[in-house]
């Protein structure tokens, strides 16, 4: 039954919940599925014996009349989040041999309310990358790319540091993955692979047992092939956990419910400051169109101003960087992961972590290190948090005369491997429409809103109030609905 | 002020102490792991403790309280708004690569100490701040010839750092700073002030100056485990400065370590060598927010400190200074000594304990939990005494007896026949047979050596093995010399 692997969320549940299949043959497909895109390289560890397990377990507990809200779904987990005797590896080669004896609350989250887990995909080395190309265990291609599987003609990135969740599931090997976005690695995945990526506010999900690349922004949120799978899979995801400290203790809602289609008389913030120049005419003209959708369905447009918008990129290559040099630090060789012996402990650690860390996380640790350092802390470090101030005050007097705010999630279609490449501030250019919120620690979706020239797939951003992705997933669900993207990658299961 | 005598004249020592005291508390600051001293080695590490990756650290509600705690009792300013930073250095024992402290914003501000000074004085010295932060684990270098071993048992515990103003002159004042401290924190239940153990530990800094002249260039004295450690240190670095400043050098800023076998002071780092620390707020921990009314509630429930216990010990039962701090130095001392003194002359009562009891106490080596002599048999000794039982005298032997059985005073009387003679007719035969064997001196004492009569005195207790009443001797005797 290969059609399984491209059903929704919403209508796998249904299935199930209708014996046309059991999580068992729903499972069983998507781990043929798994094997089937190893070209992409989607798959760090692959757990079928285990998917298997979990969805015997699962036919089990619906046949008993205990079914969760995700009983049956197969999804793929990003190896950023610890997962209890299976690999964690961050895509590091510092986390060698790693295996967690703890499940990472989101998954805990994900594993209570009965999904099945296929296993732990691919990402940018600690989630730093937005081309997926930093990873040690090898780059992932997207399914989008031309050509034929393992000979493609042009290698394209599935985007970063989420695409191995996106490739998955765009390439239906997954039901959905879990994603981890810290300045756009959920949201411009999904753009570049024409899926459905949402970031909650930042607080919703638990961070504990997710490796931490930069805590103050960190957040986990789901990437599906719909909008009403993202409500599905981000309801069971978060919820408040005393673990962590920055989470929050509000009542989840039912985000599904939240999917009126009726936007009528609701405010759009179309933010000036995002018609960036040089922005390609078709991102431009995607943006516009979604403009014109929501007014459709009886929205209203209102320009806005983020004034500070033009500092966010730089400062968040500040304060992410900031924190990642000290939560890796952890990473030396004594307890866990990689050890490459020295004479000494200096040369010890010297050693374990040049050779376990790859080039881009040892760029971001210099320059986290250096921002820190005595002497030019007040110039980057504080100056950047003071900067981060300002541009949630932008946001909070934006929300005083708009609901929701749209702007394209990426400044262009994916690009190839090997391009953007010699030069970091070109690949960091990536994020400069999804940083903002990541700083502001807003919610932030990317929906699916066309394809470009090239064929390949444009997201459109929805930013939302503090807590309110509510609304961020109705008006997504609006425009995803209005785009109504027939095209699918050429590489699929 | 006392001065050092120098070459070049008088110069005056300025020393201002870092304590590091470990929160009494079962799980550690940011884990639930266990704390209990002289455990396995490892056999107290979370998650957390050892930086697995994904751990997060949550604030141990109770240890905020034994810190808002120890500044209520050191009369300090509570910040209710206090932020734990990140400081970052690599070392073995220390998993996360970063301690998790307090720098610009501790959640104790500025307090005091007053110390009693051995002369009775006292002085208050200024307390900056007190912060808390997680400890480190421990290196063990002598487990293997090439390895060094981690114990992570420490690794997260609980600390409160406690900074001194530079106020301090002598090292005897730097004694009396760390001892009154220990106390405080004794008697608030926030730190148990064992130093052998490890759980109150000294960073001391030390500069020398003319005396009136600015403060001089100080070196850090790291991790000295004594307070008899403390004041070596002190009185050996201020005359290593003033040496090198007397020849003409100048002071290095340097961390230094106390070599406990040499007695010496050793450089570890060069300000050159410092750290940066890299501090800076601690992404995984929100600001610490404190309710002022459950600081209130706090305060409410502070105990009576040795400051006013000393005021209302001297107020209330007359006793000296120098008594009232001897006794209100422990907190256990003060409660035995009030338990004896209840009901009874509380001068008497503190002689007891001050003196008799504390000098065994101190040859047996053992602390006032460990008296073999409870307070409630004291007491009924100082009973025995009040009602004529037994001398002052024959009571000394008696709480001898009591050390060394730990048998009520009065059972030890008994059994020992000690019970005071009171019988007139008894005391009288001994007088007059100490009279006729001495009957020259008798004579003598007629005639006017009036001396002799304390030789009569003794003469008499000694026939009656001192049991008699001393003051029916007194007075029958003198009727018998007269007569």
């Known amino acids: ?493 | 002020m006392s001065y050092i005598q120098g070459e070049t004249g008088d110069w005056e020592i300025v020393i201002g102490l870092e304590v590091h005291a470990q929160v009494i508390s079962n799980a550690k600051l940011f884990s639930g792991a266990a704390t209990a001293f002289g455990a396995e080695p490892n056999s107290q590490v979370s998650f957390v403790d050892a930086a697995f990756p994904g751990m997060l650290p949550v604030i141990n509600e109770h240890c905020i309280e034994q810190a808002v705690r120890t500044g209520l009792g050191l009369k300090a300013q509570i910040n209710l708004h206090s932020v734990f930073d990140r400081k970052n250095y690599f070392y073995a024992d220390l998993p996360q690569g970063y301690q998790i402290s307090q720098y610009l914003q501790p959640i104790v501000g500025k307090g005091e100490i007053v110390l009693d000074l051995p002369d009775g004085s006292s002085r208050t010295v200024g307390v900056t701040r007190l912060h808390l932060e997680q400890d480190a684990g421990k290196s063990l270098h002598d487990q293997h010839p090439a390895k060094t071993y981690i114990d992570l048992n420490r690794s997260g515990v609980a600390l409160m750092e406690i900074v001194s103003e530079p106020d301090m002159r002598t090292a005897e004042e730097a004694g009396a700073y760390v001892r009154k401290l220990r106390s405080i924190l004794r008697y608030l239940g926030t730190c148990d002030g064992n130093m052998e153990e490890g759980s109150m530990r000294c960073d001391v800094n030390v500069s020398v100056r003319k005396p009136g002249a600015p403060f001089g260039t100080r070196c850090e004295i790291k991790n000295v485990n004594s307070i008899r450690f403390v004041m070596q240190a002190i009185e050996y670095e201020a005359r290593r400065q003033i040496e090198i400043i007397e020849e003409g050098g100048k002071i290095d800023q340097e961390t230094r370590l106390w070599d406990t076998t040499k007695f010496v002071t050793r450089s570890m780092r060069s300000k050159e060598e410092a750290h940066d620390y890299r501090y800076f707020p601690d992404p995984d921990l929100l600001p610490l927010e404190l309710d002022p009314a459950w600081v209130e509630d706090i305060k409410r429930t502070l105990p009576e400190l040795p400051d006013d216990k000393k005021a209302r010990f001297i107020s209330e039962y007359k006793l000296s200074p120098y008594d009232a701090n001897v006794l209100v130095s422990e907190k256990a001392r003060a409660d035995f000594f009030e338990a004896v003194a209840k009901g009874r002359d509380p001068k008497l009562a503190a002689n007891w304990v001050t003196g008799e009891l504390f000098g065994y106490l101190n040859k047996a080596g053992k602390e006032i939990e460990e008296s073999p002599v409870s307070a409630e048999n004291l007491g009924g000794l100082i009973d025995l005494i009040a009602d004529n039982t037994i001398s002052g005298r024959i009571a000394k032997e008696v709480f001898e007896a009591m050390f060394e059985t730990g048998e009520k005073p009065a059972d030890i009387v008994e059994k020992k026949g000690l019970r005071q003679v009171t019988d007139t007719g008894a005391i009288e035969s001994s007088i007059d047979a100490v009279l006729a064997a001495n009957a020259d001196k008798v004579a003598e004492f007629r005639s006017g050596k009036d001396k002799l009569f304390g030789f009569f005195v003794g003469q008499v207790m000694k026939a009656t093995q001192g049991k008699a009443n001393p003051a029916l001797v007194n007075e029958i005797l003198m009727t018998k010399l007269k007569g």
Request: with cysteine; aromatic share 8%; net charge negative.
């Open chain 1, 1 to 493: 039954m290969t059609g399984l692997t491209h059903l929704t969320m919403a209508a796998a549940l249904d299935g199930l919940a209708k014996k046309e299949f059991t999580a068992v043959e729903l499972t069983e497909a998507h781990v043929k599925a798994v094997e089937t895109i190893r070209p992409l390289n989607a798959f760090i560890t692959e757990t079928p014996e285990q998917a298997l397990a979990m969805a015997k377990a699962s036919d089990a507990r619906r046949a008993k009349g205990e079914a969760g809200p995700m009983e049956g779904l197969p999804i793929a987990v990003k190896d950023l989040f610890c997962t209890k005797g299976v690999p964690t590896t961050a895509a590091s080669h510092i986390l060698d041999g790693f295996k967690p004896e703890y499940e990472s609350t989101v998954t805990s989250n994900l594993w209570r309310d009965g999904a099945v887990m296929l296993g732990k995909v691919n990402l940018d080395e600690f989630a730093m990358g937005s081309a997926n190309i930093t990873s040690y265990h090898g780059n992932v291609v997207s399914p989008w790319s031309p050509g034929e599987a393992g000979n493609w003609s042009r290698q394209l990135v599935p985007g970063g540091s989420s695409g191995g969740s996106a490739a998955a599931v765009a390439a239906r090997a997954a039901l959905g993955a879990t994603g981890t976005d810290t300045g756009g690695s959920i949201r411009q995945p999904a753009a570049f692979t024409g899926i459905v990526g949402i970031k909650p506010t930042y607080g919703r999900c638990s961070r504990w047992g997710v490796v931490a690349f930069a805590s103050s922004l960190d957040q986990a949120g789901p990437m599906t092939r719909t909008v009403e799978d993202a409500a599905i899979m981000l309801r069971s995801m978060c919820g408040f956990d005393p673990k962590d400290s920055t989470s929050v203790d509000l009542p989840v809602p039912d985000f599904r419910a939240a999917l009126t289609g009726d936007i009528r008389g609701l405010k759009v913030g179309i933010p000036k400051e995002y018609r960036v120049e040089g922005m390609p005419a078709e991102i431009a003209a995607i943006w516009d169109q979604g403009i014109e959708w929501l007014k459709q369905a009886g929205a209203e447009p209102v320009e806005i101003s983020l004034p500070h918008t033009k500092y966010a990129l730089a400062t968040y290559y500040i304060v992410a960087p900031a924190e990642a040099s000290s939560n890796l630090a952890r990473y030396d060789g004594l307890r866990y992961g990689l050890r490459v012996e020295g004479a000494s402990l200096k040369d010890m650690y010297e050693n374990t972590r040049g050779a376990g860390f790859g080039k881009e996380v040892r760029r971001r640790i210099l320059i986290g290190t250096y921002v820190l350092s005595a002497g030019y802390y007040d110039a980057y470090y504080n100056k950047a948090r003071q900067v981060r101030t300002r541009i949630k005050w932008d946001f909070d007097e934006a929300f005083k005369q708009c609901d929701v705010i749209l702007t394209p999630t990426a400044p262009s279609t994916a690009f190839a491997i090997g391009e953007k490449m010699d030069d970091p501030i070109q690949m960091y250019l990536n994020d400069v429409f999804t940083v903002p919120a990541s700083l502001a620690g807003l919610p932030g979706m990317s929906v699916p809103a066309g394809v470009g020239s090239d064929g390949l797939p444009l997201g459109l951003q929805l930013l939302g109030r503090p807590f309110d992705e509510e609304t961020v997933l109705r008006v997504g669900q609006v425009i995803e609905k209005a785009a109504a993207v027939t095209a699918t990658p050429p590489f699929m299961a």
